[in-house]
């Protein structure tokens, strides 16, 4: 009988932390295939992202001309129309009207804007500049001095027809 009770003692300890163990166990093994399913979609919709946004495309083109990853991540040429968008003229603009909106711009994001706007918006010059042929600083001089140019004339206006 004492034999018996020892059985049933030992018995009665073994499946309580058995039942732990086990329990522990299917947790871990629960919460690890979860997290294995989480990446694995986060994966697939991270490529069906890149396709739509043509990312795959560029690293793929990259990486056929030579440069591996500089496709991806070389050197990127801000395109004629959204350098306009960016500066908010249009394609009528003079070369003046876009560097004082530029002036403009890039002094307000220095004071109070961020430095990704100031260098959105000086990139935006620079591939206007080279639309308008512009190559140094002389040519900005100039865009200045037809600005001041302009100004004076739109003011002469106005206090003429203020005269008649």
């Known amino acids: 009988r004492l034999a018996d009770d020892r059985s049933r003692a030992r018995a009665g300890r073994r499946p309580s932390t058995t039942m732990a163990s086990r ?10 295939s979860a997290l294995v399913r989480a990446a694995s979609q986060a994966y697939r919709q991270a490529i069906v992202n890149a396709q739509r946004t043509g990312v795959a495309r560029e690293a793929a083109n990259g990486a056929a001309n030579g440069g591996g990853a500089g496709g991806m991540f070389g050197k990127k040429v801000m395109t004629v129309e959204e350098a306009r968008a960016v500066l908010g003229v249009d394609a009528s603009a003079t070369y003046a009207e876009v560097y004082a909106r530029y002036e403009k711009l890039f002094e307000s994001n220095a004071k109070q804007g961020t430095f990704y706007l100031q260098s959105k918006v000086f990139r935006a010059k620079e591939s206007l500049d080279a639309e308008y042929g512009v190559e140094t600083a002389e040519a ?8 001041a140019a302009g100004t004076q004339k739109s003011v002469g206006d106005g206090d003429a027809s203020s005269a008649k």
């Open 23 to 32: 329990i522990l166990a299917n947790l871990l093994v629960a919460g690890g």
């Open 140 to 147: 900005h001089a100039k865009a200045e001095a037809e600005r």
